[in-house]
């Protein structure tokens, strides 16, 4: 199932999927990590302090003091694909964006370095089923992939010192949201008025790793109606 | 009960509640925070008598002035700190490592720390505040946990629940030394790197910029650059990790850190020194120097052990 796992300094293991980034592969990195955190009885006597998933790696920190790295990594490797392999989370979540350019502040840019329009740009937005490959950088923000090659372009050479919370924006193969106003170097196309992360609900994430993402047009004036 | 509380007279640069941290939440995008410097955290928690994570007040460069407005407290600072005691109109000037009483109107004033950036406000009983996530830390960069996620703010009230004791206990320990060298383990990208990039990594010293906070500390003075890309695939990162953006000035992570990362990492700190480098002043010149992971986990341990024998030490004054 994984490559092979190794421990990167005295708190963690990175478990190794390969090298490749697809959804398939991502499915399978976030079933298993699903199945670990699924196993709270495990995680507390292990001493497992945080399973994080990514692309194609999951990173497994654990408590040095609890002296067993082994029985973390037989654990680890006890965990076999029948085990993982029928939670399944791939349902689309509808987001709705709007274009409008006081918010798409990188949209005529981003039409500059694609020779795209900026009509051809949002259709070719819309029409993508994002795969959200990860949550992370910062509370609840989501990387979706994989973008049209044709939208693909470089993150900004100097980051912008607060972006939008909202702010729905691409670099290379990738689209986030800014669930919060952050600093950020990837080129803004459109903002969604949906708040990402509440922390005051039980799980705190609109949108969950595995799940997909299509968005949806809104004009401005639908826009302020999300507003509370 | 009547509730007994301090009011923020000034906030200080950056003061914050910290505990153990955010635990089991990094896949939501919530990093661990807590406590920058652990051992000072524990000799103040261990001075007031309280759990060596209990909620504990973080200060870095200039504390805060507080004034207790109602009830009594027994209070410690621990650090390299310079702090008054304002007494009736009368200054007394505080020592470290040891207890005070302080009383009804009187007031604490935590100055600054002194070559360090960090130090420890510890209260016996600890502060009353709301957990969030499970923690009373502060995650400020993403105003998640205690004191809504903010720093502690001019005019606001700190509550806490338990009168100070009668009596005074201290605890003798040398000022730190401030070490030179930073000892690392290989990462896991340092492959990304020439072998004499890694010579120049390790021969050369590096400078920390004015760039120093809990999120990470840049560094400055010995430009490192990778052979391959200058991204990675993102994925899950610790603290001490030691990142190599494109400009080739070191990033190395503290707690406040970004859950995923994307810049090759050439090296980690071990988790003995990731208090070093967060404690060192702007300016501080230093070198890295190679462990294997074996020697990194004894070095830990040790220290552990160390640590331990320096809290059974609490004397009672």
């Known amino acids: 199932m994984f490559k092979h796992i190794y421990q990167i300094n005295e708190q963690a293991f990175i478990i190794d999927f390969g090298s490749i980034i697809n959804t398939e592969i991502n499915d399978i990195v976030i079933n298993y990590h699903n199945y670990i955190l699924s196993n709270i009885d495990k995680i507390k006597s292990l001493g497992i302090k945080n399973c994080v998933p990514s692309y194609n790696k999951i990173l497994i920190q654990f408590d040095p003091f609890l002296k067993n790295k082994s029985k973390i990594l037989k654990y680890l490797n006890s965990i076999k694909i029948k085990d993982i392999n029928n939670i399944k989370n791939n349902k689309i979540i509808k987001i709705p964006i709007c274009y409008d350019e006081e918010y798409a502040i990188d949209l005529n840019d981003v039409s500059k370095k694609t020779k795209l329009s900026k009509n051809q740009i949002i259709d070719i937005h819309l029409n993508t089923i994002f795969h959200v490959f990860m949550i992370g950088f910062m509370p609840g923000l989501p990387f979706l992939g994989i973008l049209d090659k ?7 050479s100097s980051p912008r010192v607060n972006v939008e919370k909202g702010s729905v924006a691409i670099a290379d193969k990738m689209c986030v949201i800014y669930p919060n106003n952050s600093p950020g170097g990837w080129n803004i196309i459109g903002k969604t008025p949906l708040d990402l992360f509440n922390k005051n609900k039980k799980n705190p994430l609109l949108i969950q790793p595995g799940n997909k993402v299509q968005f949806h047009l809104i004009n401005k004036k639908d826009f302020h109606l999300y507003d509370k | 009960m009547i509730n007994k509380y301090f009011k923020v007279l000034r906030s200080g640069t950056h003061t914050t509640f910290q505990d153990k941290g955010f635990i089991n939440l990094q896949h939501l995008g919530i990093t661990t925070s807590g406590v920058v410097d652990n051992e000072l955290a524990f000799i103040a928690n261990s001075l007031v008598n ?6 504990i007040i973080e200060f870095a460069y200039q504390g805060p002035r507080l004034k207790l407005i109602k009830g009594s407290c027994r209070f410690a600072i621990s650090g390299n700190v310079n702090f008054n005691i304002i007494k009736n109109n009368k200054t007394i000037i505080g020592k ?3 207890t005070y009483k302080l ?10 720390t002194i070559k360090s950036n960090y130090g420890y406000f510890a209260i016996e009983g600890s502060f009353k505040i709301k957990k969030e996530f499970n923690s009373n830390s502060t995650l400020t960069n993403s105003k998640i946990g205690s004191n809504n996620g903010n720093c502690l703010k001019e005019n606001q009230k700190i509550y806490f629940t338990k ?3 009668n009596y005074n206990s201290y605890i003798n320990i040398n000022q730190r030394k401030i070490d030179k060298f930073i000892r ?13 990039v890694i010579k120049k990594f390790f021969n050369n010293s590096f400078i920390v910029s004015n760039i120093t906070n809990r999120v990470g500390v840049r560094l400055e003075g010995n430009i490192i650059k990778s052979i391959k890309s200058h991204n990675i695939a993102s994925e899950g990162i610790t603290k001490g990790a030691i990142q190599i953006p494109a400009n080739g000035n ?6 406040d ?3 995923i990362g994307g810049y090759p990492k050439i090296a980690n700190v071990i988790l003995a020194d990731v208090y070093k480098i967060a404690q060192y002043p702007i300016g501080t010149k230093f070198s890295f120097k190679k462990v294997n992971l074996d020697e990194a986990e004894n070095i830990l341990f040790e220290k552990e052990k160390n640590l331990r024998k320096i809290l059974n030490q609490i004397k009672i004054l």
Request: hydrophobic residues 40%; aromatic residues 6%; glycine residues 6%.
């Open chain 2, 250 to 255: 070191p990033i190395i992570l503290l707690n």
């Open chain 2, 163 to 165: 009168s100070g004791s």
């Open chain 2, 50 to 55: 309280n759990n060596i994570y209990a909620p």
């Open chain 2, 96 to 98: 470290t490592n040891q």
């Open chain 2, 103 to 112: 009383e009804e109107g009187e007031i604490l004033d935590i100055l600054s």
């Open chain 1, 150 to 156: 044709k939208l693909s372009v470089l993150r900004k």
């Open chain 2, 184 to 196: 690392v383990v290989s990462g896991p990208q340092m492959n990304f790197f020439m072998l004499k």
């Open chain 2, 257 to 259: 850190h970004p859950t």
